[in-house]
């Protein structure tokens, strides 16, 4: 059995809410320090750009000021990041994200 639409909305706003609530206290630089935050942010943003790719168009055309697209990628960026070999993954992807948090 596939998943509703709807609860696939829930996961996407579900996950930012845990972003906003890991961070909202953190200023940057806590935040880029911040392992734990850290990481727990990059998760949840991962979870919602994968649960943004499964949205039905059926649904995105209801909701056109969405940068469905623009989620998506940027999942595909962080998950890139992450796996690309480098002297340290983990700074690239910090690198990356400081133009997007």
């Known amino acids: 059995m596939s998943r509703s639409g709807r609860l696939f909305l829930q996961d996407m706003l579900e996950c930012a809410?845990?972003?906003?609530r890991y961070t909202a206290h953190l200023t940057r630089e806590q935040f880029f320090s911040s392992e734990l935050e850290y990481d727990?942010?990059?998760r949840n943003?991962?979870?919602?750009?994968?649960?943004?790719k499964k949205v039905p168009d059926e649904l995105k055309h209801q909701y056109p000021s969405v940068d469905w697209r623009g989620i998506a990628g940027f999942?595909?960026?962080?998950?890139?990041?992450?796996l690309t070999?480098?002297?340290s993954p983990a700074r690239r992807a910090r690198g990356?994200?400081?133009?997007?948090v």
């Open 17 to 20: 809410r845990k972003v906003v």
């Open 40 to 42: 727990a942010t990059l």
């Open 45 to 52: 943003l991962e979870i919602l750009g994968e649960a943004a």
């Open 75 to 82: 999942r595909d960026v962080l998950i890139e990041l992450a």
């Open 85 to 87: 070999p480098s002297p």
């Open 96 to 100: 990356a994200a400081r133009g997007h």
